[in-house]
């Protein structure tokens, strides 16, 4: 009997712990992409793409570095799912974070969220996005609520 119990409580956390888990990770992502932010960037983003449909987009997440390493923990998976989510949600896809990709002749976007304490000059962002591996040139800073998008033509 004391092992069926031990048994059954281990397969209980087992299931429960990764439940909870996403349960909490679903709230929180909620509660982040309920702020105006999120979709003001994103609709921004949807322009760019209107306008010019071949541009590519990236999640420029290393200026969320300090969100994503708050606790909760979920913080680390919820911010680069709040891109995807919201890309998604206005019909466009966010380019994987290995890739160095940039659009020609349109520019290519880079999306900047949940930043509100952040506000570097476009010359710094071009910067580090060069100091990152991409090959940009010339950049256009646009904020919007708590972040911003960075258009840039490809540089060499």
Known sequence: LIRR???SVGLTVAVLVPLVALV????????????KSWYDTGRAVQAVLRACPGSRVH???IWNRQVMAMPPADNRMAI????????????????PPQSRRMSAPCPTVFWTEHVANQRPAAAEVRQVLR???YPVGQTKLLRYGRGWIVLAARGD
């Open 80 to 95: 680069p799912l709040g891109y995807a989510h919201v890309g998604r949600r206005m019909g466009f896809a966010v380019e």
């Open 5 to 7: 119990t031990h048994r």
């Open 131 to 133: 100091r990152e591996g």
């Open 59 to 61: 999640a420029a997440t």
């Open 24 to 35: 909490s990770i679903a709230n929180n992502l909620s509660q982040t992409l309920a702020r």
